[in-house]
């Protein structure tokens, strides 16, 4: 299992940006899809999560303003950030939360992250 996070970059206060995530490999079966964020010198925090059949969850403070959302073959996310704040900096990794169809085992696996600075 293979996760691409792209999208990040530089943008203003109160600008938008949209992260994208591919999910390669084969012989799995996804549960869920989620981005998270960490901030320097901050634990990493959930964002959002999707389910392959479109449930969402979302932190609560975020919700407003992000969205997540999936393609049809549930291989791509996505997070569509508005209003971006200064805070909102942090590097943004997509995680899969998957299982392994031959053990039945639950596995997570982590992009390597992309990075979203948003200048005052």
């Known amino acids: 299992v293979q996760l691409q996070a792209s999208g990040g970059g530089l943008v203003q206060t109160g600008g938008s940006l949209t992260l994208s995530c591919v999910v390669s490999?084969?012989?799995?079966?996804?549960?869920?899809l989620g981005w998270y964020r960490q901030a320097p010198g901050k634990q990493r925090e959930l964002v959002a999560t999707?389910?392959?059949?479109?449930?969402?969850d979302y932190s609560d403070s975020l919700r407003e303003r992000f969205t997540i959302a999936r393609n049809g073959d549930q291989r791509t996310m996505y997070l569509q950030m508005s209003t971006l704040k200064p805070e909102d900096s942090a590097v943004y990794f997509c995680?899969?939360?998957?299982?392994?169809?031959?053990?039945?085992?639950?596995?997570?696996?982590w992009g390597q992250g992309t990075l979203v600075t948003v200048s005052s």
């Open positions: 490999g084969s012989g799995f079966s996804i549960d869920h």
């Open positions: 999707i389910t392959p059949d479109g449930r969402t």
């Open positions: 995680k899969a939360h998957i299982i392994d169809l031959r053990t039945l085992q639950r596995l997570d696996y």
